[in-house]
């Protein structure tokens, strides 16, 4: 993780330096076996972060999921099986974005 300027907490600090690499070391350390599941998400959160600057807290981030994807996605349920422990939080870090503002 030498090649990554991160957070004290171990989020990203440029959005540009993201890469799969820095993902799956993330994914390792908070235990996630990443999916294309996974994936859906960190490519839209990615997606939202580019258009709004900012990373979504939780209800934002169902609601934008919902709007995109449908019921079966965007709802919170399905975001905490991926994301068990904080998933706007463990799927901000996992995409490269921010702590997400309103979020613990």
Do not use: T
Not at 4 to 25: A, V
Not at 54 to 61: C, D, F, G, Q, Y
Not at 68 to 86: A, C, M, R, T, W
Request: glycine letters at 4%.
């Amino acid at each position: 993780m030498d090649n990554y300027n991160i957070d004290s907490e171990g989020f990203l600090l440029d959005f540009d330096s993201w890469d799969i690499k820095f993902c799956e070391h993330i994914a390792d350390q908070e235990g996630i076996l990443l999916s294309d599941k996974h994936f859906i998400i960190i490519n839209f959160l990615r997606e939202y972060y580019k258009k709004n600057h900012k990373s979504p807290a939780i209800r934002e981030l169902v609601k934008s999921l919902k709007d995109k994807y449908g019921n079966e996605i965007g709802n919170s349920l399905f975001l905490q099986i991926l994301f068990p422990v904080s998933p706007a939080v463990q799927a901000a870090k996992l995409a490269g974005l921010p702590k997400p503002k309103k979020c613990i």
